[in-house]
């Protein structure tokens, strides 16, 4: 009886503190929902309550910013992003598990290196690189630095270890070449991986600015992200209105997580199919 009610009080802590941790997780979406309704004002005072302001809002974001270009812009990146770094970072760790030479650990070694090093030591010289091409102010300048991504690539020779060697042996009997094993049995076995690379990294590539502030210079590159961080960093920033550009920019992001989540967690579990 006592273990019982041991076990009792025991699970109800857990479950109040996990409902805690949720709780914060979600409050500042919520907060920032809510925000979107109320005036600067009531923003400021920390109103945390629906407001009455919802419309004016959107009505002066829709004013002030042109939305259809901007997210046009960080959909483009944000795309093009995902699917050149899935392609590559995919092949490449496809070819460190599959292939074997002399120097195949250590130039994965030295790949994996690359993580420890920050971005702000690389911004410079990239964007002296992208000032000699030319491709300053253009959205190719924000999509090559992303493409070979060292984490992706890790990501996908690990799930490749989960991948049959008899797939690829029957493929070669077969007389497949290699480029069509990867294509027509790799990919689809790996979907979940791809699924769950796919929204890593499309993430990433849509809330991307630090590198799109520094390369993009006109009003007709900037992304939704560089955008909210000008509305909030005028003079007298209207704070409804910030929150109202945050809660747009942040659907799109909610919607591919909630579209691939199933895939998400598979990819994550290292499933294979």
Known sequence: MTNGIGRAAGALLTYCFLGLMAFLSVFPFIWMVFGATNSSIDIIKGRVLPGAALSTNVNTFFTQVNAPLVFWNSAKIAILSTV???AVSSLAGYGFEIFRSRHRERLYRALLLTLMIPFAALMIPLFIMMGKAGLINTHIAVVLPTIGSAFVVFYFRQCT????SELR????????????IFLFIYVPVMRSTYAAAFIIVFMTAWNNYLWPLIVLQSNETKTITLVISSLASAYYPDYGVVMVGTVLA???TLAVFFFMQRQFVQ???GSVK
Request: hydrophobic share 50%; proline share 8%; charged share 25%.
């Open 169 to 180: 042996d029957a493929a070669k009997v077969d007389g497949l070449k290699e480029w069509q």
């Open 84 to 86: 050149l770094t899935l």
């Open 161 to 164: 270890k989960a991948f049959p």
């Open 250 to 252: 942040t659907l799109p």
């Open 267 to 269: 990819g994550m579990l």
